[in-house]
């Protein structure tokens, strides 16, 4: 098992920057074999969806309603999952998930921080 917990989310008005965080830990078998590295959003009354990942060779692939404003990134050393959220926007706030995937397929899911981009 992996546990992913996140950190740094919170209220920020609009045109403002957040910085979350998510560490994995547990299985050291299953952390070595992590691959995609993603953050997810699920906003009120709408879908999960995805907001960007990150393979472990550094290829990314963002949402198009964050490109140019949000940056993932990841430290492998340190087993960790970043993304700098700037200028934000009141259509950004929702629940902000990371999910792993290790090379042989078996998934993971943190529990969540919430981002709140309001006035």
């Known amino acids: 098992q992996v546990q992913l917990v996140e950190s740094g989310g919170d209220l920020v008005q609009p045109g403002g920057s957040l910085a979350l965080s998510c560490a994995a830990s547990?299985?050291?078998?299953?952390?070595?074999?992590?691959?995609?590295m993603s953050w997810y959003r699920r906003a009120p009354e709408k879908e999960r969806e995805l907001v960007a990942t990150?393979?472990?060779?550094?290829?990314?692939k963002y949402a198009d309603a964050v490109k140019g404003r949000f940056t993932i990134s990841r430290d492998n050393a340190k087993n960790t999952l970043f993304i700098q959220m700037n200028n934000l926007k009141p259509e950004d706030t929702a629940i902000y998930y990371c999910?792993?995937?290790?090379?042989?397929?078996?998934?993971?899911w943190g529990e969540g921080t919430s981002v709140t981009v309001s006035l």
């Open positions: 999910y792993v995937r290790t090379f042989g397929g078996i998934e993971y």
């Open positions: 547990g299985n050291i078998r299953h952390i070595f074999a992590i691959n995609d």
């Open positions: 990150m393979s472990r060779s550094g290829d990314t």
